[in-house]
């Protein structure tokens, strides 16, 4: 999904959670569930109030998701308590209207989990989408010779080191 492709069709007020998600990777059902009590603004954790997995699951707050938060009014124990019953399809609605066919809230997580995948490595890609299965992480990796090179250069030895093993290994 293209960043900025579904954002001027948004209502300003729909705009923190699109945000939220895509730096969080957050499914719906959590986000209507979490609560303030559950964000640690100070340490930047947001420890899901509701996970799908059922068990405890704490999420790094990036500063995107930390000025986002800290700017929203504590109105209540909910992070968002006027997310719209229907924002699922509210969202299919903009993202036709930006050209954007076949989006739907879901791909905003996808696309949190899309944009980590080049930078992290797959047991941290695995953790941060919180995912269970391998197999499921899997189809975020994309791996090409690009990437792989890269992946090797990283190995570049110091020039002092001549690549050798010292003496006794």
Avoid at 48 to 64: D, F
Wanted: hydrophobic share 35%.
């Amino acid at each position: 999904m293209k960043r900025r492709g579904c954002f001027p069709c948004f209502r300003l007020t729909n705009l923190p959670f699109v945000t939220l998600v895509m730096n969080t990777g957050l499914r719906l059902g959590e986000l209507r569930a979490q609560t303030w009590k559950d964000i640690d603004l100070e340490q930047g954790s947001l420890t899901v109030t509701r996970p799908k997995s059922g068990k405890r699951e704490v999420l790094p707050l990036n500063q995107t998701a930390r000025r986002l938060l800290t700017s929203l009014e504590r109105t209540g124990p909910l992070v968002f308590p006027r997310i719209p019953s229907k924002l699922s399809d509210l969202f299919i609605r903009y993202a036709n209207k930006a050209g954007l066919e076949g989006v739907t809230f879901h791909c905003l997580r996808d696309t949190f989990i899309s944009r980590l995948a080049p930078h992290v490595s797959a047991p941290s890609l695995m953790a941060l989408a919180r995912h269970r299965d391998y197999r499921t992480t899997r189809r975020y990796l994309r791996i090409d010779e690009a990437h792989l090179k890269a992946a090797v250069e990283r190995l570049g030895l110091p020039e002092t080191d001549d690549g050798m093993c010292p003496e006794g290994h």
